[in-house]
């Protein structure tokens, strides 16, 4: 079993920076992917950004060219460093890491951008 912490999140004006870290305890070694999501009010939850073991990333276009998805994994530790934010990356960030029977996510952390 797998246990996902969010942290990082907060209020930043528009143009700021956050980092957002995922840290797992447990251990699945059958775990092949990492990902961001987000979820604003209203919406459904998004795909933000996801790295796999090999280190392939994507991102939703939204995000390409401003954040980054990175993993630490002798600390078991995904990263998503959000630079240029803009008022509607406001939002729940949630991580979750993928195994292919299954899923972990964590339990979320805000991210508010004003303007």
């Known amino acids: 079993q797998v246990q996902l912490v969010e942290s990082g999140g907060g209020l930043v004006q528009a143009g700021g920076s956050l980092r957002l870290s995922c840290a797992a305890s447990?251990?699945?070694?059958?775990?092949?992917?990492r990902a961001w999501y987000r979820q604003a009010p209203g919406k459904q939850r998004e795909l933000v950004a996801a790295?796999?073991?090999?280190?392939?990333?994507n991102y939703a276009d939204s995000v390409k060219g401003r954040f980054t998805i990175s993993r630490d994994n002798a600390k078991n530790t995904v990263y998503l460093q959000m630079n240029s934010l803009k008022p509607e990356d406001t939002a729940v960030y949630y991580c979750?890491?993928?195994?292919?029977?299954?899923?972990?996510w964590g339990q979320g952390t805000q991210v508010t951008v004003s303007s």
């Open positions: 979750k890491f993928l195994a292919p029977s299954r899923f972990y």
């Open positions: 790295i796999t073991n090999s280190g392939r990333t």
């Open positions: 447990g251990s699945d070694f059958s775990i092949n992917s």
